[in-house]
């Protein structure tokens, strides 16, 4: 018996993608049956035929995954909705540690992915190509209605945060902190999976996705075309929990995160500290704040996060003003290079993080669907945990078992009573 699993995802066109220069809710339903569709190939059984392989989902971790998969030799499609990394693999911070989750279940995880970053910075000219470089990590307390002058340590503060700074502590070296500019990355990351190694992308809606006794056969794009696949894995993101096949396991919801990015004067002046602020505004509570200096001059400053409906299209997510107002709050009282006047404002945005009720990823082979996998629920390690996490599907999927990491505590089957 063959079933049908409809979405919501991804409008037709067939493109390759540019190199890089640099959402009414909707449910996924379940739709009805076919009798009768072409048995799918087991290549265990044809090893000179390669495994074909759709990935849907162009983020960080669907990129990652076809570009893992195209080199172990697998045919891979890529099918994103809108273009790649719109949404949160586009705004994030990019912010890479080695041993932050130390101590819970993603400590393997990430320590590998941290390792994979270095690796693949050497292999695509990663500070060149999309900003890789280590860096030096502070955690600072700030307070509007303190002093207006840094306090601390000097050869802990920087120069140019001459806000009023309290608190200094570094809690990562450049051995154990690094950075990327995360829409560089997945973008060099996936033009380099469709030049070497001949992945396709489909920008599309994917309005099917067929399993033929138990087991993945094909997914159906909306014009009516059919993409025949012995697997599917399906990165989603936040937008994971739209999908009934997926959401009658497991619940993945978004926690959207503002930001914004600018362009100071004097941008030789920022020095690579990655700061990690206990913000406390005046008359309010104290609340968490990143600033990310970029080696191409821009800083990146995020904060204000609430769960929200994530809607069906990422390109409408906007922030909310009063957000967008308290970062650019932030920014002056950082530093004055970072104030109205001295910096130029180069993005307002907003992105939504895949969150799991365990704080767990979600990887590994849906439970009752042969050949269907799940790659999701990062939350703010996304882009850090995207290569190891991307290396593992593509072992488990073409070999049957991953290697780099054991992903049986990342295993949907943890939700099925």
Known sequence: MSSTYSSS??????LFL?????????????IRCFSSSPQPMDDRQHPDIKKRVIVCGGGVIGV?????????????????KSSVACAASGKAG???????????????LARASFNLHRSLSEELDGPESYGYRSLITLSITMTESGSSSPSGSKSTIPSWIDGPARKPRTIGTTQTT????????TKTLLNTAVEKYGVELVIGKVD????????VGSVVLEDGRVIESESVVLALGPWTGKLDMLASIFRVYG??????VLQPKEPGIIT?????LSYFPQGGKAMDSEVFPRPTGEVYICGMSAEEEVPDDPEQIVGNPASILMLKRVAKNVSSHLAEGESQVKAEQACFLPCTDDSVPVIGEVPGVKGCYVATGHSCWGILNGPATGAAVAELVVDGRATIVDLSCFSPARFVA
Do not use: M, N
């Open 255 to 260: 926690l959207k995160v503002h930001s914004i």
């Open 64 to 80: 990652c995954t076809a570009y893992f998969l195209a080199k172990k030799g697998a045919t891979v499609t890529l099918i994103e």
């Open 178 to 185: 690094a950075q990327v500019h995360p829409q560089l990355f």
């Open 272 to 276: 690579p500290h990655a700061l990690f």
């Open 18 to 30: 540019d190199l890089p220069p640099t959402r009414s809710h909707r449910k996924f339903s379940f």
């Open 94 to 108: 990019g912010f890479l540690a080695l041993d932050w989750c130390d101590g819970g279940p993603v400590e393997s």
């Open 9 to 14: 995802l991804l409008s037709p066109v067939c």
């Open 208 to 215: 099917q996705v067929r399993v033929e006794e138990g087991r």
